[in-house]
């Protein structure tokens, strides 16, 4: 093991890299000379999916259900910008209850995806486990809570999507079945536990001590008027930027980067900006649902949030008191729409729109023919808009752990790359972390 | 008809039908749900530790899938508690899906011991939708086998372990 002391005028090589069965395949690669880095690159090397061009020739109800394929985590997000471009397009007016459904099926995944990285893949990180199986072996409780939790929000998307994961009822004018209210009752009952395991996740995860990393950041997510936005409202920016959902590339565009076989998105201006519960709170906190705005208010930790991204963990929480609450006010309110699927007729045009996955912005856009085929298509994942982000953070945080032993530094990049809940694929790993000196 | 088990075995079938010989374990499962009384199937796909948690408490169960590997056709058997034995640190990677060696390993730390056995076929083609390679296709019946003879082995020493609960 060297010290950074001893390695003046030579490269230090940090890099991260990983193959796993399913989902993503990124890499880290930072070099540093002199203490200064000079070069920090996410790297994202699985071959391209090309889902963008599966979904060219199809009708609207089918790429809802391709594009619920990219990700077993977020399907609900990709059904739900999609819908709502095509939906848009057409002009079809869906039942207030479908609207509710559809907030309630977007609750269930962030429920399940922000219980599954807050307990199995974020925590462990800060109590000193090297995973989820140590953390359970000392705080058995603690982790049988979060998969309570995980399972509420799976059982939910259960009811509503016919399956826990890639879900099949979401269709252009609404759902190819809605739920009975008995249906609902087995899941409601859970939420009530589920919300009060939600509240204590923020207390739990608000006490963790960690690094420390507070710099400005441009932080961009959709604001609704009148709720927390999931499904509609406008993309603004702690900096002023306020557009219709549709209208994501007038202000964003993406570009290809040598080093990913992912396209990168950044401002027109060329910055990175940050999307996610960090962003969602800190832009839309005044939207929460009340028992999310106690819990968040209790912690004390809101300016963090804006400024840390080591205090995303908490954000996370605080989304998880806001869907399961408000999932469970959904239930309360619910009557099975009239009308579950309405009537549309296809019409040719640009299809576009963004919905708030758990990891943040996602654009959809489409142009449709005259028989209602796509044409050509873009997909945004949020995790390609964090990417330039996450390199940025890495660039500016790399220099403050290059002293420290070689497992921390790597405890620490690893740390902070999880804090972005990274999807590349849109699924991401980031492994085995391991520092060499030339 | 079949009748029940009076000490059913829970099979896990694991795989996805669009998957090429990812599919093997979940036609493994269809073949013993017609075929062998003892088996509970439950077809799950990705495999989840709640899956695990959710056993009643003592009753074995087998997870069959396909795994890639060397000699495409071959037949895996692993006991579960020498798989978690063997990975004491599990989940060293962070994934949004468990390995089927951490959900055991995660399992145990929370108190439910799972035993019973990993079966898996070795495949050769991941890629081709609703069509198994030859190599795994020829190799079906003895997956299908070695589940129904694992089956039938976890049922008989559940037998004797009441057998010997009762003469306590």
């Given at each position: 093991m060297h010290r950074a002391a001893e390695l003046e005028g030579v490269d230090r090589y940090f890099k991260v890299a990983e193959l796993t069965r399913v989902e993503g395949e990124g890499s880290l690669h930072l070099r540093v000379r002199d203490g200064q880095v000079v070069e920090a690159q996410l790297g994202i090397f699985e071959p391209p999916r090309y889902f963008e061009k599966l979904?060219?020739?199809?009708?609207p109800d089918e790429v809802l259900d391709i594009v619920a394929?990219?990700?077993?985590?977020?399907p609900v997000a990709y059904q739900m910008s999609a819908v709502h471009a095509f939906e848009e397009l057409f002009g079809v007016e869906i039942d207030p209850s479908v609207r509710a459904l559809r907030r309630l099926m977007y609750c269930a995944e962030w429920i399940e995806s922000h219980a599954l990285h807050i307990y199995l893949l974020h925590a462990p990180d800060f109590l000193g486990f090297q995973n989820a199986v140590e953390l359970a072996r000392v705080e058995r409780a603690v982790i049988e809570r979060g998969l309570r939790v995980k399972r509420t929000g799976n059982r939910l998307l259960s009811v509503i999507g016919g399956r826990p994961i890639h879900p099949v009822s979401v269709r252009v004018g609404g759902f190819s079945r809605a739920p009975r209210i008995p249906e609902l009752a087995d899941v409601r009952r859970e939420l009530d536990e589920a919300v009060e395991a939600a509240l204590e996740t923020v207390e739990w995860v608000s006490r963790f001590e960690g690094p420390e990393f507070r710099r400005p950041a441009r932080l961009v997510a959709l604001h609704h008027p009148g709720e927390y936005a999931m499904n509609e409202g406008r993309i603004t920016s702690n900096d002023g930027l306020d557009l219709p959902a549709s209208s994501w590339d007038q202000a964003f565009a993406e570009e290809q980067v040598a080093h990913s076989t992912a396209l990168q998105a950044r401002g027109s201006d060329g910055g990175v900006y940050l999307l996610g519960p960090t962003s969602r709170i800190t832009l839309a906190r005044d939207r929460l649902h009340p028992l999310a705005a106690e819990a968040l208010e209790r912690s004390g930790l809101a300016p963090e949030i804006e400024h840390d991204i080591f205090r995303s963990i908490v954000a996370r929480a605080v989304e998880l008191v806001h869907a399961t609450a408000e999932a469970r006010d959904i239930i309360d309110r619910y009557s099975p729409p009239d009308v579950p699927l309405a009537a549309w007729t296809a019409r040719p045009g640009r299809a576009a729109w963004a919905t708030e996955a758990p990891r943040g912005l996602l654009f959809h856009r489409y142009e449709v023919d005259e028989r209602g085929l796509v044409r050509e298509a873009q997909i945004v994942p949020p995790t390609s808009q964090n990417q330039a982000a996450i390199e940025a953070d890495l660039r500016g945080y790399a220099p403050r752990v290059l002293g420290l032993p070689h497992l921390e530094a790597t405890h620490r990049l690893e740390l902070l790359i999880r804090s972005y809940d990274p999807c590349i694929s849109c699924a991401a790993h980031f492994l085995d972390l391991t520092v060499e000196a030339a | 008809m079949r009748g029940s088990s009076p000490f059913p075995v829970t099979v896990f079938a694991c795989g996805q039908m669009a998957r090429g010989d990812d599919a093997a374990g979940l036609l493994a499962g269809r073949a013993l749900r017609r075929s062998c009384r003892d088996a509970a199937v439950m077809y799950v796909g990705q495999l989840q530790v709640t899956d695990l948690l959710d056993l009643p408490k003592g009753r074995p169960c087998l997870i069959v899938d396909a795994v890639r590997g060397i000699t495409p056709g071959t037949i895996l058997a692993r006991p579960l508690r020498l798989m978690a034995a063997q990975n004491?640190?599990?989940?060293a990677r962070s994934s949004h899906a468990l390995a089927v060696t951490d959900a055991v390993a995660l399992a145990n730390a929370l108190g439910q011991p799972v035993e019973g056995w990993f079966v898996a076929i070795e495949g050769d083609d991941f890629e081709t939708p609703y069509r198994l390679s030859p190599a795994v296709r020829q190799g079906m019946p003895r997956l299908v086998a070695t589940c129904r003879a694992l089956v039938a082995a976890l049922v008989r020493r559940e037998s004797a372990r009441r057998r010997v609960d009762r003469c306590a």
């Open positions: 979904v060219v020739g199809r009708t394929r990219i990700c077993g985590i977020c | 004491p640190g599990g989940m």
